[in-house]
């Protein structure tokens, strides 16, 4: 059974500054965490969207917010979708309008696992053997190559010679990012919920990925862990099966909470995290892979400023998944065949200062249906009056 307790906060979560969502039988709250203190912003701003475009979303904590009582603990173990009342809070995914947003390929080893998908045709069978012969022509070692140089341009010269470009490269070491929609506003669920993997997928795995949050100007606010759960079989037929392979019911995971920059959280906090992920099976089946943000090869600010700006703006703020540091590969089944999911795995995605992500994979079809969108979020705030502001 899936649990959550104490050990899903950052190390060091009463010196932080939070945002959060909460369901509770009234509806969904926005909650900010200060110092260990809770804070309803619901009453003034009625989103975390409203709130977070502010000028300065901390000085509003205690300026405007109204202090709550909160068992955090209390709440993430109610998170745990087999063992929640529905009568009690439980955490929701901390953001709700802003457009959620990815990167992909951003990471070499990432990167070379997507001309593998692509050089296989989606067929996991071949993986191990393409895996070495596209090292062997490549190399692994391309962390050095600045995306957009001179040096990433002479590089795809020689690879179309040899007749080895693919489109992963060209994003990968090209000037532009990989940037795509991963799911609708309101869509990604939260910890303690069941993750999806669509059953025509035979070779699914999780990404377990830095995320930012960004307001309608651009600024950087803050950082959580996301799952931007894949199927690479169907990605590995065409890359314009992108959104069959990445956005599904529940194939969006965001958490525990969002970590707000303060004096004692920045930027260069996030970019020197290391993320870790452990996957266990009902089979037995144990992974445990690391990888650290800081490897990507496009920094996290050249990202954002291809996501937002004068081409193109989010003026309900966005969240941008970074990239994986890595796909797991270990063999779950014969040699030479990789990971792939099944139901039931449990997946913790982990970094000290971001606490960790929990979910419980399941097809698709056996997530609960996403059914609270937009529309009910103000349906709801109306109904409460709410914001009163």
């Excluded at 992963?168 to 532009?176: A, H, S």
């Excluded at 990888?291 to 600010?301: E, K």
């Excluded at 994986?324 to 200062?353: L, N, W």
Aim: net charge negative; with cysteine.
């Amino acid at each position: 059974m899936l649990r959550l307790d104490a050990s899903a906060l950052p190390k060091d979560w009463p010196a932080g500054s939070y945002a959060a969502r909460l369901m509770t039988p009234e509806g969904p709250i926005a909650v900010a965490l200060l110092e260990g203190a809770a804070f309803d912003m619901t009453p003034v701003y009625g989103t975390v969207s409203a709130w977070l475009n502010l000028p300065d979303p901390l000085a509003a904590i205690r300026a405007r917010g109204v202090p709550m009582p909160l068992d955090l603990k209390a709440v993430l173990a109610n998170s745990a979708h087999d063992a929640r009342d529905p009568a009690k809070p439980w955490l929701l995914a901390p953001v709700d309008l802003q457009a959620v947003k990815a990167c992909g390929v951003t990471y070499v080893r990432s990167m070379l696992e997507r001309v593998i998908e692509e050089r296989c045709r989606g067929d996991a069978s071949q993986a191990e053997a393409v895996r070495a012969e596209v090292r062997g022509i490549i190399g692994d070692d391309l962390s050095a190559v600045r995306p957009g140089s001179a040096e990433a341009m002479r590089l795809k010269s020689a690879l179309v010679e040899k007749g080895w470009w693919s489109q992963y490269l060209e994003v990968g070491i090209g000037p532009d990012a990989e940037i795509f929609s991963k799911c609708q506003p309101m869509a990604a669920v939260g910890p303690g919920a069941k993750i999806g993997v669509h059953p025509v997928s035979q070779w699914s795995n999780p990404e377990p990925e830095a995320v930012l949050a960004v307001n309608a100007r651009g600024a950087i606010l803050g950082a959580m862990l996301g799952n931007d759960v894949n199927l690479r079989d169907v990605e590995g037929r065409s890359a314009l099966l992108l959104g069959r392979a990445k956005d599904n019911n529940a194939s969006c995971a965001l958490g525990p909470l969002l970590r707000l920059f303060d004096a004692d959280f920045t930027l260069e906090d996030v970019r020197r995290a290391e993320i870790t992920l452990t996957i266990d099976g009902t089979d037995g089946f144990r992974l445990e892979e690391a990888g650290l943000v800081g490897a990507i090869s496009r920094d996290p600010t050249e990202v954002v400023d291809q996501l937002i700006g004068p081409h193109h703006q989010y003026p309900d703020g966005a969240v941008l998944f970074l990239g994986t540091p890595f796909s797991p590969s270990k063999d779950r089944g014969a040699p030479g065949q990789g990971f792939t999911h099944k139901p039931g795995d449990v997946v913790r995605i982990a970094s000290p200062r971001l606490g960790a992500l929990v979910n419980e994979v399941d097809r698709t079809d056996a997530c609960p249906p996403w059914a609270f969108g937009t529309g009910a979020l103000f349906a709801s705030l109306a109904r409460r009056g709410l914001p009163r502001a």
